[in-house]
């Protein structure tokens, strides 16, 4: 989950999970060091959100289908505007 606002969302995992909470300005750092790794981290979150809006449509709510567009455009806002 990527988010710079509270949430009060719930996620269960089906099995062990081990969460990490990396700081904006460290993923910052590194896009900004290492511009390629964008690409595989819009990748990333593309096949993560597919899985999660998969998910949601087997259980019949309504979804928004995001391209590699959509997502890219979103992060590359999130790291230049960060909202605190």
């Given amino acids: ?9 719930e996620f269960i995992p089906k099995s ?3 969460l990490i909470r990396v700081d904006l300005d460290c993923v910052r750092g590194v896009v900004n060091a290492r511009p390629e790794l ?4 819009v990748a990333l ?3 993560r959100l597919d899985t ?3 998910a949601r449509a087997t259980s019949r709510r309504s979804t ?7 997502i890219r455009l979103g992060i590359e806002r999130w ?6």
């Fill in 1 to 9: 989950m990527l988010t710079t606002e509270p949430s009060f969302e």
């Fill in 16 to 18: 062990d999970v081990t």
């Fill in 38 to 41: 964008k690409e595989k981290l």
């Fill in 45 to 47: 979150v593309k096949e």
């Fill in 52 to 54: 999660v809006e998969a």
């Fill in 64 to 70: 928004r289908r995001l391209t590699m567009r959509d």
């Fill in 79 to 84: 790291l230049r505007h960060p909202r605190y």
